[in-house]
C-alpha cells in the first residue's frame, strides 16, 4: 500500500518539502508491518500485581543494561507501575495469546486465575513465559500521546529458551515464526 495519497499535505518540513502528508489510518497501517514479540509488563501496585500488554519492546543498550517500551498516557496500569520504581518484562510463548488479550483489557483484576511467581526482586513473573526481566524505572521521557519508558535491568532469566517460540504481532493479528 501507500500512504494516503488523498490526505492534504498538513506543513512544511525545514528543508522545505511538505510533512504529514498521510492520515492516521494509513499510519497504523503502515507501522503494521513492522513486526514485534508481544509482552507483558508486569509490577506492584498497593493491592497485588498489575499489567498491561506491550509490542512497544526493545533493547536499548548493552552497557548499562537497558530496555525500551512505550506506554499510552491513558494506561490505567503503567502510572501505577511506575509509582513503585520497578516492573518484570514477560516475553509470551506462541502459545500465550490468551495471556496477551487478558492483559490488554483495561480494568478488572487482570491476574485472577493467572499463575505467577515473584521474582528474585519481587516482582510478578507470568508462568509459561518466555523470556522474564526484571527492571528498575531508569527514566521516563515524553513520547507524545504515549511515554518512553527505559528500564535497568537488574535481572533476567529465560526458561525452557531452547524449545519455545515467541508470540508475534503482525498487521494487528498474532502469528507464529514459520521456521
Ligand atoms: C498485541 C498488543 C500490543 C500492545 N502494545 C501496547 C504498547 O506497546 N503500549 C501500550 O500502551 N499499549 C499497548 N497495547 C494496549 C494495552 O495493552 C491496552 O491498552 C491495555 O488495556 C492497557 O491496560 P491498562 O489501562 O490497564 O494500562 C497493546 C495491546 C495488544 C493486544
New binding site residues.
Given amino acids: 500500500m501507500t500512504a494516503s495519497p488523498s490526505a492534504a499535505p498538513r506543513g512544511e518540513s525545514p528543508a522545505g518539502g511538505t510533512f504529514e502528508t498521510f492520515d492516521e489510518a494509513s499510519f497504523r497501517q503502515v507501522l503494521a508491518r513492522f513486526a514485534?514479540g508481544?509482552?507483558?509488563?508486569t509490577g506492584t501496585a498497593g493491592d497485588g500485581p498489575?499489567?498491561?500488554?506491550?509490542?512497544?519492546?526493545s533493547s536499548l543498550s548493552l552497557d548499562p543494561p537497558l530496555v525500551l517500551?512505550?506506554?499510552?498516557r491513558?494506561?490505567?496500569?503503567?502510572p501505577?507501575i511506575e509509582a513503585s520504581g520497578r516492573f518484570a518484562v514477560n516475553v509470551l510463548g506462541d502459545d500465550q495469546r490468551d495471556l496477551?488479550?487478558r492483559?490488554?483489557?483495561?480494568?478488572g483484576d487482570?491476574f485472577a486465575g493467572v499463575a505467577w511467581r515473584q521474582g528474585a526482586l519481587g516482582n510478578p513473573l507470568l508462568d509459561g513465559a518466555i523470556a522474564h526481566l526484571e527492571c528498575d524505572v531508569h527514566a521516563v521521557h515524553d513520547g507524545g500521546d504515549?511515554v518512553i519508558v527505559i528500564g535497568r535491568v537488574r535481572a533476567l532469566e529465560a526458561p525452557g529458551l531452547e524449545e519455545r517460540a515467541p508470540?508475534v504481532?503482525f498487521r494487528?493479528a498474532?502469528r507464529t515464526l514459520a521456521g
Fill in positions: 514485534t508481544v509482552v507483558v509488563v498489575v499489567g498491561l500488554t506491550c509490542q512497544s519492546f517500551l512505550s506506554t499510552a491513558t494506561s490505567r496500569t503503567w501505577r496477551s488479550e492483559f490488554a483489557v483495561s480494568g487482570k504515549h508470540l504481532y494487528s498474532y
